[in-house]
């Protein structure tokens, strides 16, 4: 089976927890049978490859989530790097033409395409390669899934199949209703629309064709500044002729709120946290190093990151983003392909951070124009290399670097350094990049 | 007017703002005209100054506070130390001894004692005024504060004078009561004991005599670790025949729980916090750099610090003491005489701290026998002495510091500096503290 996966949005409605440049679907929030906890990115994954050990997954993503995602899924992963944001359309005609160009997949197989971050049993996964199948046996342009509703959302499209099988032709679409008219539609047999479809790779690529002058996956990739913004329902579902549905009676949440993701919170508590026994339905998320104490709540989520903290009623909690929109947006943590780094003091001309290297991991090599930098390694060893200069350095070592400076450190073993930036103008785009020659 | 301020307790019922060595009463929580915040500690001693700008204050005080008091007023203030705790007579019998062997003051004069935390107005202060005028004239061995009753406390030991004049004779003493008792008592015309009083020097000097054998105020701090441990009540007040009590009818608040706290605060956000519309009796104290949004939340209070993130039901605040038991104790964040430091961050072999001089201080010249230390200077400027070699210090400079090497940094400026600890047992008992020799 081929799937790509859709990894889109800053996800600000799962503040502090996601930023600008970690989305909700890397929170490390569910609970493995080992104790230790995994992202939505992370589960997808694994139930994925235990369906079908193998399939080609390949994410469809931005720029700022690929050191994320390597750093949760590893390097074997296959990803589509949107050179910038133009919408679902351009996004999903690219990773079709990753898979044809790129990992060679005949145009004659289907593809899966759906979100990262449903919350799913396995069951969604074998229900993923029926939608596969079906499209393989080409009755059909396009097979969604169309889910079975377990109440009048407003929140979802709607799809009106034709009839009562499993697979039936749609007969029609239906935009997010109201209630009343969620339960008409829901008596005519309706099911809601979860953005999940099956199609031959070679369909998408003719209409991407037919829509944009390019040659192959490198040519698009160069263009797609210059596309137009259009979703993949505008350009292609709703002017297609031949196309099916196939019911899905399983579980399947979408975790877009902090309501919503508590209810698949198998604790109540995550990180360092406690509730006293006047609490009822309160939860905890908390990725500092200090305790949280939570005394006679009753349905508030608390969540505490380096970004902030929020304490919320938990219905109140879908309204955070118009809040977070306006909060300054200094990312305080990320996570890099190399490791992770986390802002631990900030002044007017000096700025701390701490570092953490994944071990055989390295930073590109570097100079910053308007700052200075200090190392003072705080445990593990490696090497670094500083204007070319190769040293090898382990807890206790520092390094001084001047602004204008070429430098790096290559982690040997894990390897966590107190990174101190001193300056007027400290700024996350002073950075030059060089090729390292050896 | 002498006063001697008592200066108690760790305050763990206002976690995570007080803990060990921060006391609730050094929180700077009061708004002031322009806009800064004072503490309890600072109020009360400006209030003092405002009354009579003449008194002579004593702080009765362990040696955990002693910096705090220091950087908070400054090195004006004359603090009485006790080596151990050991109860109010013994710290009352020395801070008595303090001011008559190392202040001078004659023991004919009287000195008023109160708590260092009430929160009260101008008011107040005059009324102490009134109790060492009367404590003066020798009516009475000692002089007590009645305060009004504005409500049948349960919190608070009553005194029943014989009349209802200003200043009358105690009839008795009772103990905090029940509310249905409380009511009797009060109907008898029954005043709070908020633990204030007014005596002669000499008087509490002859009963501590009486009661130990010592000849002047630094014999007693020698002997001190030697005394029983006794309440003041028990082996003054409950014993003495000639006692009266003035009545005091002005503003006083106990505030001893996050409960009364906010009470008395006058916006409902100190720090970096939003509260959202639907958000009701809810008070934020945030001493993070992040921001603290709250949704939805009623009769809440949100406080963090280094130390931790409390989120309580106001009426539930007041329980707060056994859980705060049960954390581990590492301290955060300090105020010390010569600035602050915090702990920003804490792994197995290394411990990074963000370390605050004010100008024309310095840390004592110490050691440390099992940790190698690292400072980055990233504001301000002045000198460190490593193992008497001096050198001038600006933002940048680096000083590397083996374990054994006796070292300190004096501010000209304020100076900031990041100091990275490094060793198998950091520890904050491992100090070694030598003389400057010039």
């Not at 970004?307 to 809040?323: C, H, R, W």
Request: glycine share 6%; net charge negative; proline share 3%.
């Amino acid at each position: 089976m081929n799937i790509v996966l859709l990894s889109g949005g800053s996800g600000k409605r799962l503040w502090p927890l996601s930023n600008d440049i970690r989305s909700k679907q890397f929170i490390k929030i569910f609970k493995q049978e080992d104790g230790s906890y995994e992202s939505m990115v992370q589960r997808v994954y694994r139930q994925i490859k235990k369906v079908d050990a193998d399939a080609t997954v390949t994410i469809a993503t931005s720029k700022t989530q690929v050191s994320a995602i390597h750093n949760q899924l590893g390097d074997e992963v296959g990803i589509s790097v949107e050179p910038c944001r133009r919408d679902t359309f351009p996004a999903i005609a690219l990773a079709t033409a990753y898979l044809v160009d790129v990992m060679h997949i005949d145009p004659e197989e289907s593809v899966v395409v759906c979100p990262v971050d449903p919350y799913v049993e396995d069951e969604y996964f074998e229900a993923l390669k029926g939608l596969s199948v079906q499209a393989d046996k080409g009755e059909a342009n396009l097979v969604l899934m169309g889910i079975e509703p377990t109440y009048p959302s407003e929140k979802y499209g709607y799809i009106i199949p034709e009839t009562a099988d499993q697979t039936a032709r749609v007969k029609t679409f239906k935009e997010k209703p109201t209630v009343d008219v969620a339960k008409e539609y829901i008596a005519q047999g309706a099911l809601w629309n979860g953005g999940v479809f099956a199609y031959k790779l070679k369909y998408v690529m003719e209409i991407a064709r037919r829509l944009v002058d390019f040659t192959d996956y490198y040519d698009l990739f160069r263009k797609y500044d210059t596309l137009t913004k259009t979703s993949f329902d505008y350009a292609v579902v709703e002017k297609e002729e031949k196309i099916q549905v196939q019911r899905f009676a399983g579980q399947w949440k979408d975790l877009g709120t902090w309501n919503t993701l508590t209810e698949a919170m198998e604790d109540a508590v995550i990180g360092k946290g406690e509730l006293n026994s006047t609490c009822s339905s309160v939860h905890i998320i908390n990725e500092m190093d200090v305790p949280v104490l939570a005394m006679g709540l009753h349905d508030v989520v608390i969540s505490a990151s380096p970004e902030g903290i929020l304490v919320s009623d938990k219905e109140q909690s879908s309204y955070i983003k118009p809040f977070v929109d306006r909060l300054e947006q200094q990312i305080m943590f990320a996570e890099k392909s190399w490791g992770s780094f986390r802002v631990i003091d900030v002044e007017t001309e000096s700025m701390t951070i701490k570092v953490t290297l994944n071990t055989g991991h390295s930073m590109n090599y570097h100079s910053h124009k308007n700052r200075d930098e200090v190392w003072v390694v705080i445990s593990g060893q490696g090497k670094t290399i500083v204007d070319g200069m190769e040293q090898k350095v382990r807890a206790g070592d520092v390094i001084t670097m001047s602004a204008g400076c070429r430098h790096t450190v290559m982690a040997e073993t894990e390897l966590k350094l107190i990174e101190v930036q001193l300056g007027e103008d400290i700024n996350v785009h002073d950075k030059q990049k060089y090729e390292l020659e050896y």
